[in-house]
């Protein structure tokens, strides 16, 4: 859901080099990328883009060894990205909420009773919270569902990566007597609903 940001990671990933331990050996731009997950041919691209922009200095220790140290632009630049990302991670948190929270409420309207979270999901408190809200039971693992989600009677809601595709859904699909009685949705259908 987060895009990521290779700037980003690799200005932390120096900030956390440097203030890991001071009189560790600096890190070799392999041992950078691999820290960060980027390629070595981004990471030192983007070295050269923020020694350019007065971020990083670059410190010849001997023969071919460097260390690569934040500049106090660096820091800054640092900074204000975090709290950038904080606003949209706050920002996204409260649509997340309202989004969730108009799903549940919908089908709770129509008579839905329980809520089965299949996918390992950073906003299963948003889920439930929604649930406790509007009267569903919720779930995070089939396995752990009260006996009231496999009564003829059940009305389900399913939330999985993708629609019907875990092995769970088809277990629940074949648990359950009345098929019409169990929606499946996927996280980001529910995003993208205007309304409910």
Known sequence: MTARNPEFE???????????CLDAAPLSQRELAAKTGLSLGLTNTLIKRFIERGWVKLLHLNGR????????????????????YF??????????RQKIEAFVGHYSRLGY???L????HELDF??????????????KELDACPDE?????????????SNKASASCEKLRQNLADSQS???????????CKEY
């Open 117 to 120: 979270l299949l996918s390992p």
């Open 182 to 192: 169990v929606v499946y949705c996927s996280f980001s259908q529910i995003l993208a």
């Open 149 to 161: 989600f496999f009564m003829p009677d059940a009305r389900c809601l399913v939330v999985c990566e």
């Open 126 to 139: 948003l889920f439930e919270y929604a649930c406790l809200k509007y009267g569903l039971v919720f779930c």
């Open 10 to 20: 690799l200005l932390e990933s120096l900030y956390s080099s440097s203030t890991d």
């Open 113 to 115: 009773t329980g809520l």
């Open 65 to 84: 060894k460097v260390k690569y140290a934040l500049t106090a632009e660096g820091m800054e630049e640092i900074a204000m990205r975090a709290v950038d």
């Open 87 to 96: 606003a949209r991670a706050s920002q996204n948190a409260s649509l997340y």
